[in-house]
């Protein structure tokens, strides 16, 4: 069954996909969602929501990263919405504080909702080990496992060293202190996926000008 959520974030893949081509793949401002992508005046029929408090709480559940669909820079804003979504008494138009904070689709469950998957949701994060019996046994564990890789984005967390990590699109340097799923400075997404900054569509490494729109890319 879906719930206020699950029909947001539909209702905003079908805008995002009917936009323009490769809009889902480009970050946006959190406050599109509610005054141009799927306000509540003309969305809410669609939607179901009984009130415009179930549409803000839908969009607060969204904008805070529930059940993975959307994720929310800076870091700090999208944990005082959790912080706020997980209260009883919550305030449900808080996120209008932060309208130039950005947001970003997970894409893999847009795609899987274009598809017609009944299960879009990304799974949840595997449960953690348990913690060793003592450090000793920590060392001989961490010695003896081999570590899985980290899955998802092709920018993966620019450890700090001697050679600053640089986006292979516009060559600014990358942020050494956490994982980079989104250029700071071209908002490109993963590898592979290069889009146009003005029109979105699909482009190749060191395409000075788009073929869509003839747009300058800035890429180096």
């Known amino acids: 069954m879906t719930d206020d959520l699950d029909r947001l974030?539909?209702?905003?893949?079908?805008?995002?996909?009917?936009?323009?081509?490769g809009r889902l793949a480009v970050p946006f401002s959190a406050a599109e969602v509610?005054?141009?992508?799927?306000?509540?005046?003309?969305?809410?029929?669609i939607l179901k929501v009984a009130t415009h408090q179930?549409?803000?709480?839908?969009?607060?559940?969204?904008?805070?990263?529930?059940?993975?669909?959307?994720?929310?820079?800076?870091?700090?804003?999208?944990?005082a919405l959790?912080?706020?979504?997980?209260?009883?008494?919550?305030?449900?138009?808080?996120?209008?504080?932060?309208?130039?904070?950005?947001?970003s689709l997970n894409r893999?469950?847009?795609?899987?909702?274009?598809?017609?998957?009944?299960?879009?949701?990304?799974?949840?994060?595997?449960?953690?080990?348990?913690?060793p019996e003592s450090a000793e046994a920590a060392d001989r564990e961490e010695d003896h496992t081999e570590k899985p890789p980290l899955a998802g984005a092709?920018?993966?967390?620019?450890?700090?060293?001697?050679t600053p990590r640089q986006c292979p699109y516009c060559g600014e340097t990358l942020p050494g202190s956490r994982k980079v799923n989104f250029c700071p400075q071209c908002g490109q997404p993963p590898s592979g996926e290069l889009r146009c900054p003005a029109c979105?569509?699909?482009m190749?490494?060191?395409?000075?000008?788009?073929?869509?729109c003839g747009r300058a890319t800035g890429f180096e």
């Open 154 to 162: 092709a920018f993966e967390l620019a450890e700090q060293s001697e």
């Open 54 to 79: 179930d549409y803000e709480m839908a969009v607060l559940r969204l904008l805070a990263g529930e059940r993975g669909y959307a994720s929310l820079e800076p870091v700090e804003v999208r944990d």
């Open 108 to 131: 893999l469950a847009a795609e899987r909702f274009l598809r017609g998957d009944r299960a879009y949701a990304p799974p949840p994060p595997p449960p953690l080990p348990p913690p």
């Open 82 to 103: 959790q912080r706020e979504a997980g209260e009883s008494n919550p305030d449900t138009g808080l996120f209008r504080q932060f309208p130039d904070a950005v947001l």
């Open 200 to 202: 979105g569509g699909e």
């Open 9 to 21: 974030f539909e209702r905003l893949v079908s805008v995002l996909a009917d936009d323009a081509p």
């Open 204 to 212: 190749d490494v060191g395409w000075r000008y788009c073929v869509s």
């Open 34 to 45: 509610y005054e141009r992508l799927v306000p509540y005046r003309s969305n809410r029929s």
